[in-house]
C-alpha cells in the first residue's frame, strides 16, 4: 500500500521560510518524480513544482522561481520543498504526489498517488 505523508506546512510571517516534506512509502521511490501542487478554496489545483527520478531534472511554476527550491533524498524516501521570501498568495494548501513515471508531466489526472495535504499560511 503506497503512502504519501506531507509535513512542515504551517504559519508563517511575510517574507519568512518554509520547507515541506513529503515522505512516500510502499513503492520503489527512487524510480518516479514526485511533484507539489497547492489549490485556495474555489480555485483549481495548480503545479507548483516537481523533480525527476535522479533529481537532475526540476520545475518551477513562474511564480515561485527564485523562491521555491525541490530536491529529494532517496535513501529517506523524501521530496523537500524549501520555500523561501514567501507572499501571502502562496497561501494554500500544499498537496504532494507521485507521476506515473520517472519524469515531471505535472498532469493532474494522471498522478499516480496523492498526499492529504498540508496547510501553509503567509501572514501579511
Known amino acids: 500500500q503506497v503512502q504519501v505523508v506531507e509535513s512542515g506546512g504551517g504559519l508563517v510571517e511575510a517574507g519568512g521560510s518554509l520547507t515541506l516534506s513529503c515522505t512516500v512509502s510502499g513503492l520503489s521511490f527512487g524510480d518516479y518524480a514526485i511533484g507539489w501542487f497547492r489549490q485556495t478554496p474555489g480555485k483549481e489545483r495548480s503545479a507548483v513544482s516537481c523533480i525527476n527520478w535522479n533529481a537532475k531534472m526540476t520545475y518551477h511554476t513562474d511564480s515561485v522561481k527564485g523562491r521555491f527550491n525541490i530536491s529529494r533524498d532517496n535513501a529517506k524516501k523524501t521530496i523537500f520543498l524549501q520555500m523561501n521570501g514567501l507572499k501571502s498568495e502562496d497561501t494554500a494548501m500544499y498537496y504532494c504526489?507521485?507521476?506515473?513515471?520517472?519524469?515531471?508531466?505535472?498532469?493532474?489526472?494522471?498522478?499516480?498517488?496523492w498526499g492529504q495535504g498540508i496547510q501553509v499560511t503567509v501572514s501579511s
Open positions: 504526489a507521485v507521476e506515473e513515471s520517472t519524469y515531471c508531466r505535472l498532469e493532474i489526472a494522471r498522478m499516480a498517488f
